[in-house]
């Protein structure tokens, strides 16, 4: 097929760039307040010029958590319906553009708002903490504005649809449009919060706010969340990485059906962040965790298709024994490796997330810094070295250049620094959790209570681990720039894996996004419609703001 061979056209490559650009200065600026706030956690530094420990940790969770994800995932997307749904249409573009300004206007109002100290309120905004209006209505523009990106996509695989009747979509337009839907139905819940409840209060209209809505709504979005940050990660995983090691895709059913389950299973589930919340009948929490635990099936299902397709690719250039296979991957090549690191992380990972759905469980580490541990190996290491692996080809390809061997040494070595790192600051978060150790708090003995004492070593710990890990964002700025600057010009490869022969067809009710949909709703009114009636019905009264500078 001559369009697996095309590139990514210029204008669509300039769409899709812009987006990494921010992503990637998002990572530097929010990379450096991570590691200030090790610095201040271990005891030994204090902040300069008034900043206060909120803000900085209010820059580092907007700009890591939100803009850096949301920026680099519609710049991928966007690049990935090109390559594999044909150039975007000009009028498809402009909606891009006006998405990408809207997200990066909505990104400079909200970041005005924190770093002139009116918005300490973290990323998760939780009511009654009160920030400046420009705050909410900031980050209402970088929904609406992924909104107008979004529907541009939907378009454009509309019209591959309408062109290719009876067809089945390329497999990695498919997961770039279940991407977007999921991104949609869980936005709706944190616009509906923003909207209808923060602007207004904000901005005085109302004089309270009832916070438990607020926060469920927040978390029917908080949930999906992550999967928007993973799912493009599996998208490399399941399409991209079977090409790159030369091997084949182990099933395209397999992989749509995954999809269909992580948006199925994903949504429906917000309650398992408010499990010590009044409010909400613990039957209503027990149903939301068991649809949790639903996800570990298609997790598993792409553990498994990795490994088949690792082993398949090693036996086929002639590994014997139970794991001869191992050997035969390309360990030099970074837009391996990378990768490769982020999925054996997801391991431990993983488990640590099952740990956090249990109720009882969660009793143990519910707002301590053990969270963060979690979070920083599935979103900052899993997510984001695959997000590395494929800016080292994804870079090069929109820019007309090629990685050089040297550049690929330094990642391979990034990759090393990263692992490293987040192995000490994540073990360190993980123990200092267990045993009690807040997050979300600056460094305090507690008037040397015996307990606090007992942190320290681990708060130390952190702070070397966000000391590497600070190497490793500087490397990684060092090879972005490189493969969009100074790179010698060429043509790179966007990686596109074929399937395996021998699998079965993919069944065209994979498609039929009507009924997935529909499925979705369905799940999301069984799971919040009554506790959410419940939550109006016997609603406390609200709460006024509280807001350190009023
Ligand atoms: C240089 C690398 C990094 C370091 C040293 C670092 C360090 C930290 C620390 C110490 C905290 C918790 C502070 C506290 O609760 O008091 C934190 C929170 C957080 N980090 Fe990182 N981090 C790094 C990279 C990342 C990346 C790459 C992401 C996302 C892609 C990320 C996302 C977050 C989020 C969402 C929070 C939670 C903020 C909150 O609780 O409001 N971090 N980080
Ligand atoms: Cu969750």
Redesign the pocket.
């Known amino acids: 097929m001559m369009k697996m061979e095309s590139k990514v056209a210029p204008l669509d490559a300039k769409l899709s760039m812009a987006h990494i650009y921010v992503a990637f200065i998002a990572?530097a600026l929010?990379?450096t307040a991570?590691?200030l706030?090790?610095l201040v956690?271990s005891g030994q530094f204090q902040l300069p010029a008034g900043i206060g420990?909120y803000q900085l940790?209010?820059v580092?969770?907007v700009l890591?958590?939100l803009v850096?994800?949301t920026f680099f995932i519609v710049g991928f997307l966007f690049a990935g319906l090109s390559k594999t749904s044909g150039t975007l249409s000009d009028k498809v573009r402009r909606s891009g553009w006006i998405g990408f300004w809207l997200m990066t206007f909505g990104t400079s109002l909200t970041a005005s708002a924190i770093l002139t100290g009116k918005a300490s309120v973290?990323?998760?905004f939780y009511a009654p903490l009160m920030a400046h209006p420009t705050f909410y209505i900031g980050l209402a523009l970088v929904v609406v504005g992924s909104w107008v990106s979004g529907i541009a996509m939907f378009i454009h695989f509309a019209k591959w649809k309408k062109q290719h009747p009876g067809k089945a979509s390329p497999l990695l337009s498919y997961m770039a449009i279940a991407t977007m839907i999921l991104w949609l139905i869980a936005t709706l819940g944190v616009a509906a919060t923003v909207l209808i409840q923060y602007i207004p209060w904000s901005l005085g209209f109302v004089d309270t706010i009832d916070v438990l809505i607020s926060r469920t709504l927040f978390w029917y979005f908080g949930h999906p969340l992550v999967y928007f940050w993973l799912l493009p990660a599996y998208m490399a995983w399941y399409v991209i990485i079977p090409k790159i090691i030369g091997g084949k895709i182990f099933s395209d059913s397999l992989a749509r059906l995954s999809f269909v389950l992580f948006l199925l299973f994903s949504i429906p589930v917000g309650f398992h962040h408010q499990l010590t919340e009044p409010g909400i009948a613990p039957s209503w929490k027990y149903l939301q965790v068991i649809l949790t635990f639903l996800v570990i099936i298609p997790s598993l299902m792409t553990a498994f298709s990795m490994f088949a397709t690792f082993e398949m690719y090693g036996r086929s250039k002639g590994a014997t024994g139970l794991f001869g296979w191992f050997r035969k991957l390309p360990w030099g090549d970074a837009r391996f490796f990378a990768p490769f690191m982020g999925m054996l992380i997801f391991i431990p990972a993983g488990a640590g997330g099952i740990i956090n759905a249990s109720h009882q469980l969660n009793q143990v580490v519910h707002n301590t810094?053990w969270v963060?541990g979690h979070?920083?190996l599935t979103?900052?290491t899993t997510?984001?070295l695959t997000f590395f692996g494929i800016a080292y080809w994804l870079i090069p390809h929109l820019t007309g250049r090629i990685m050089t061997k040297a550049m690929n040494k330094l990642a391979i070595v990034q990759t090393i620094v990263w692992v490293i790192?987040m192995t000490f600051?994540s073990s360190a978060m993980h123990f200092a959790g267990l045993l009690g150790a807040p997050?979300?708090?600056?460094f305090s003995t507690y008037g040397d209570s015996a307990q606090a004492l007992d942190w320290i070593p681990y708060q130390v710990a952190?702070a070397v681990?966000?000391s590497i890990?600070?190497i490793?964002?500087i490397l990684i700025i060092v090879i972005v720039t490189n493969l969009a600057f100074f790179a010698p010009k060429g043509e790179t490869e966007f990686p596109i894996g074929e399937v395996e022969e021998a699998a079965e067809k993919t069944p065209m009710i994979l498609e039929n996004w009507k009924l997935w949909v529909g499925i979705i709703v369905v799940l999301i009114l069984v799971a919040y419609t009554v506790p959410f009636i419940e939550m109006i019905q016997h609603a406390p009264p609200g709460s006024k703001g509280f807001n350190h500078l009023l």
């Open positions: 990572l929010g990379g991570g590691l706030q090790t956690r420990y940790l209010t580092h969770g890591l958590g850096l994800t973290l990323y998760t810094i963060t979070f920083h979103v900052a997510v984001l790192g600051m997050r979300r708090s600056s952190q681990g966000g890990l600070f490793g964002i």
